[in-house]
Each structure stands twice: as C-alpha cells, then as structure tokens.
C-alpha cells in the first residue's frame, strides 16, 4: 500500500530486528506502554500477529509497519476490526520521524485501505487524555472526541458518511 511516498507493508516476523530498534525509543512510551523486552519476545509477538486474526478468528489484526523512502523504517500503524467492521487503531513511531507528516499520512493511508477492503466505516481511538501527539494526529484526521473519560483515557470518533 502506498501513502505518498511511504510504503506500508503487512509486518512480518522478518521485520522485528529493525523494528526492534525503532520501538526500542523510549520516547514512544512517555504516556503509555513500555518497550519490547527483548527481540526473542518480538519475534513471537510479530510471528502471532501474522495470523492477522484473534486466536477466536471474531476480529481482525491487522498491522504494517510503515517503510520511508530511504528504506528506513518509521514506525507501524494498527487496526482491530470488529464484527460490525469498526475499526480500532493504534500507531508508534520513532521519535527520530516525528513532526514530519509522516505518523498522519500513514494513518490516513491505512483508513482509506480500511474502508476499501475492509468495508468499515467507523474508527476509534482509545488514548490518554495527556497525550496531545496522539490527539493532534486525530484531529487533523477528522476523528472527534466521544464519551466521557475512562479514568485518564478518551476515546475519539471517525464515522464516514454512507454513500447514497
Ligand atoms: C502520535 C504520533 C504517531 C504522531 O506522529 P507524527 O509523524 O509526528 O505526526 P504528524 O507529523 O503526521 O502530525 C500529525 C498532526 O498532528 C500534529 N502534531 C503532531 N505532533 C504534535 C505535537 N507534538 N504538538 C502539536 N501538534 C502535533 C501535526 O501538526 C499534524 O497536524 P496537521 O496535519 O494539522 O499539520 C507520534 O508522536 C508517536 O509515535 N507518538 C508515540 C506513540 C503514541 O503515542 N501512539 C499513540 C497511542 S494512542
């Protein structure tokens, strides 16, 4: 999938060393989460992720990890889908990338690719009230803040209009 001059591609275990490093910043994890313990437990995870499907086959996992055109990885972008096609996504990247348009154009890539081959039309985000990188990449992506807060998380809303 292309996103300008960004190239998503599914993950796969072959890209857990470099993206060993990427996620190894620990930077990412100033609101939430922590780092991968060590590159065994991300070959396992990224090896589980390829199934591309909770292990009750219900949802969805769908993950790439986003290629520059250097040949550098950024990041990834996430999406669980749902029975009734509702999309939640997630993203990472390094800070090294951040502030250049890239986190934004990889994720409005991965709607679009979402809605075309996956038929959905509603995408959330679940995030810390405080993180206003995460925040920010939302609202310029049109998302909208709904609900109350969930102890220190919101949730944020994209509904596409149904073509008539
Ligand atoms: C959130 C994250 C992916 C943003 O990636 P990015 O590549 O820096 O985002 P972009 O440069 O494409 O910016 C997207 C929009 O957010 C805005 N933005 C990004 N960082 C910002 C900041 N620090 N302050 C204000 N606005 C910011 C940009 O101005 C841009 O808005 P625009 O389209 O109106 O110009 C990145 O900060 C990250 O990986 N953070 C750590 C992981 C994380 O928090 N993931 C989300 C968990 S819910």
Redesign the pocket.
């Known amino acids: 999938m292309n996103a300008g001059q960004l190239v998503l591609e599914p993950q796969r275990v072959e890209h857990a060393a470099e993206m060993f490093e990427v996620l190894s910043d620990p930077?990412?994890?100033?609101?939430?989460?922590s780092p991968p313990q060590s590159l065994a437990w991300l070959e396992e995870r990224f090896k589980r992720l390829e199934a591309r499907a909770s292990p009750d086959g219900t949802q969805q996992w769908l993950n790439w990890v986003i290629r520059l055109p250097t040949g550098a990885l950024?990041?990834y972008v996430q999406a669980t889908i749902t029975r009734d096609r509702t999309a939640l996504i997630?993203?990472?990247?390094?800070?090294r990338?951040?502030?250049?348009?890239?986190?934004?154009?990889?994720?409005r890539a991965m709607l679009s690719e979402l809605t075309a081959t996956y038929g959905v039309r509603t995408f959330v985000?679940?995030?810390?009230e405080r993180?206003?990188?995460?925040a920010?990449?939302l609202?310029?992506?049109g998302f909208e803040r709904v609900g109350p807060h969930r102890g220190d998380e919101i949730v944020m809303q994209k509904v596409l209009a149904h073509a008539t």
């Not at 990338?97 to 994720?107: H, P, S, Y």
Request: without cysteine.
């Open positions: 930077a990412i994890y100033e609101f939430e989460n950024a990041g997630a993203y990472e990247l390094s800070s990338f951040w502030r250049q348009g890239i986190g934004g154009a990889a994720v985000a679940e995030l810390k993180n206003y990188r995460s920010a990449l609202n310029s992506a």
